[in-house]
T-cell receptor, first 114, second 114 residues
Framework: AQSVAQPEDQVNVAEGNPLTVKCTYS??????LFWYVQYPNRGLQFLLK??????LVKGSYGFEAEFNKSQTSFHLKKPSALVSDSALYFC????????????FGAGTRLAVHP | ETGVTQTPRHLVMGMTNKKSLKCEQH?????MYWYKQSAKKPLELMFV???????ENNSVPSRFSPECPNSSHLFLHLHTLQPEDSALYLC?????????????FGPGTRLTVT
């Protein structure tokens, strides 16, 4: 069965420092992986996806994610964090079936301190 | 967030009331979803509609009744809810084809059951 794990409930980072939000997955077959961000009182916003191709995927707001097949990981990264990046981040994997069902991780709260 | 809209944004209802949540997507997608987001819990997929047909019901209690009259509109009818149903209800849509898999979310309806 497909599953996603986000091992950290919260990540704290100082503004200007690099950030990493971790995600590991378990799928049968090729993984289709996604990152979403949720700001307070808002819906989830799509950041980036990995379907195939380069292992380093670039997305919105300067975020990128690295797909590592051997470690079954898809960590979200940004070279220099901003206070405005503080939000809840969700990793997701496409589930089985003939449609775009997504299985989400529990979420990681990112706090960027000035 | 103009791509997927949800109304109302906030709803307070008693346990004996009947109310409906509305979702509309302006993206030309053919699949729509209802999710429940509770504090400190993973996002829970409730219902999936593809081309107006319900393709998934994740053991959701019958007090939640979805309706999808066309590919652009999705409703969630609520009746005799329980306090534990208080949550953020998110609607999403996607285009079900081989090249795009990401879902786009509305801002959600914050439901409080008293």
């Amino acid at each position: 069965a497909q599953s996603v794990a986000q091992p950290e409930d919260q990540v704290n980072v100082a503004e200007g420092n690099p950030l990493t939000v971790k995600c590991t997955y378990s799928v049968s077959g090729n993984p289709y992986l996604f990152w979403y961000v949720q700001y307070p009182n808002r819906g989830l916003q799509f950041l980036l996806k990995y379907i195939t191709g380069d292992n380093l995927v670039k997305g919105s707001y300067g975020f990128e994610a690295e797909f590592n097949k051997s470690q079954t990981s898809f960590h979200l990264k940004k070279p220099s964090a901003l206070v405005s990046d503080s939000a809840l981040y969700f990793c997701a994997v496409r589930g089985s079936g003939g449609y775009n069902k997504l299985i989400f991780g529990a979420g990681t709260r990112l706090a960027v301190h000035p | 967030e103009t791509g997927v809209t949800q109304t109302p944004r906030h709803l307070v209802m008693g346990m004996t009331n009947k109310k409906s949540l509305k979702c509309e997507q302006h993206l030309g997608h053919n699949a729509m979803y209802w999710y429940k987001q509770s504090a400190k819990k993973p996002l829970e997929l409730m219902f999936v509609y593809n081309f107006k047909e319900q393709t998934e019901n994740n053991s959701v209690p019958s007090r939640f009744s979805p309706e999808c009259p066309n590919s652009s509109h999705l409703f969630l009818h609520l009746h005799t809810l329980q306090p534990e149903d208080s949550a953020l209800y998110l609607c999403a849509s996607s285009q079900d084809n081989r090249d795009t898999y990401e879902q786009y979310f509305g801002p959600g309806t914050r439901l409080t059951v008293t």
